[in-house]
């Protein structure tokens, strides 16, 4: 049966948003895709006919009227998943990469918050993916660890701001995701460094509990269990999915 709300997706068509964007249609949810890329959603928007392609760069302001002209329901949840596109330490980063970042992922998350304010109601859920990196960076991550910490702040004043009416926040926050995003990152370590692939890949499986990183599917679970009507009581909250990758959060 077809909900009569809507959800939005932005970065629907990255590895972790084609995994929400599809597993929230599949829930009976229409889901306005959003992603810079045409083709690549009209692809995605051919594999279920409840998701519905919007076309908009969330880095830019025009990406609010973009959204809001397909959101005509209560919003039953609106999801930033864009990725980040930056890397580096404070040694190598371009200064300027930071703010960048910060466009993408800060001002990007308000952007999509402009964009379904007005259907927000008492049960939405309004969730983005910040990484772990913001809670406990290594020395190489200036641009995940800044701007993501940026996130987490900002997700706390979304909290304070749409508790009261009802709107509940959520950050997910896994660690490194087996993603082919993840072994493109490999691969490039690998030919930078001269490492082998496997040892770089094997680096990040030693640092979490579990002996193995999460999955697509795993991430995608945790997203679809913040629609239960008793998920309301994790409002505000972190939720660090990272396999033990993490130990001063939980």
């Given at each position: 049966?077809?909900?009569?709300?809507?959800?939005?997706?932005?970065?629907?068509?990255?590895?972790?948003?084609t995994?929400?964007?599809?597993?929230?249609?599949?829930?009976?949810?229409?889901?306005?895709a959003?992603?810079?890329?045409?083709?690549?959603?009209?692809?995605?928007?051919?594999?279920?006919?409840?998701?519905?392609?919007?076309?908009?760069?969330?880095?830019?302001?025009?990406?609010?009227?973009?959204?809001?002209?397909?959101?005509?329901?209560?919003?039953?949840?609106?999801?930033?998943?864009?990725?980040?596109?930056?890397?580096?330490?404070?040694?190598?980063?371009?200064?300027?990469?930071?703010?960048?970042?910060a466009?993408?992922?800060?001002?990007?998350?308000?952007?999509?918050?402009?964009?379904?304010?007005?259907?927000?109601?008492?049960?939405?859920r309004?969730?983005?993916?910040?990484?772990?990196?913001?809670?406990?960076?290594?020395?190489?991550?200036?641009?995940?660890?800044?701007?993501?910490?940026?996130?987490?702040?900002?997700?706390?004043?979304?909290?304070?701001l749409?508790?009261?009416?009802?709107v509940?926040?959520?950050?997910?926050?896994?660690?490194?995701?087996?993603?082919?995003?993840?072994?493109?990152?490999?691969?490039?370590?690998?030919?930078?460094?001269?490492?082998?692939?496997?040892?770089?890949?094997?680096?990040?499986?030693?640092?979490?509990?579990?002996?193995?990183?999460?999955?697509?599917?795993?991430?995608?679970?945790?997203?679809?269990?913040?629609?239960?009507?008793?998920?309301?009581?994790?409002?505000?909250?972190?939720?660090?999915?990272?396999?033990?990758?993490?130990?001063?959060?939980?």
């Amino acid at each position: 049966m077809t909900s009569s709300s809507v959800c939005v997706v932005v970065g629907a068509t990255g590895a972790m948003g084609t995994e929400f964007t599809r597993r929230l249609a599949r829930r009976g949810l229409r889901v306005i895709a959003v992603a810079r890329n045409a083709d690549d959603l009209d692809k995605l928007a051919a594999s279920d006919d409840l998701i519905v392609p919007c076309v908009a760069d969330i880095a830019d302001d025009s990406a609010i009227e973009a959204i809001a002209a397909h959101v005509d329901a209560p919003v039953r949840m609106a999801v930033f998943a864009a990725g980040l596109p930056v890397r580096g330490s404070a040694d190598t980063i371009a200064p300027g990469d930071l703010a960048v970042g910060a466009n993408i992922k800060v001002g990007g998350l308000v952007r999509l918050l402009h964009a379904v304010r007005d259907h927000l109601v008492p049960g939405s859920r309004f969730v983005t993916i910040a990484g772990s990196l913001g809670l406990e960076p290594g020395p190489l991550d200036a641009g995940p660890g800044t701007v993501n910490a940026a996130v987490f702040n900002l997700m706390r004043q979304l909290s304070a701001l749409y508790g009261p009416k009802g709107v509940t926040t959520h950050t997910i926050a896994p660690g490194p995701v087996d993603t082919p995003r993840l072994r493109k990152f490999v691969e490039t370590e690998a030919a930078e460094t001269g490492r082998d692939p496997g040892e770089i890949w094997n680096r990040y499986r030693a640092k979490t509990t579990l002996g193995r990183l999460p999955t697509l599917d795993e991430i995608g679970w945790t997203l679809e269990m913040l629609l239960a009507p008793e998920a309301a009581v994790l409002h505000g909250s972190v939720l660090t999915v990272d396999g033990g990758t993490r130990h001063g959060v939980q």
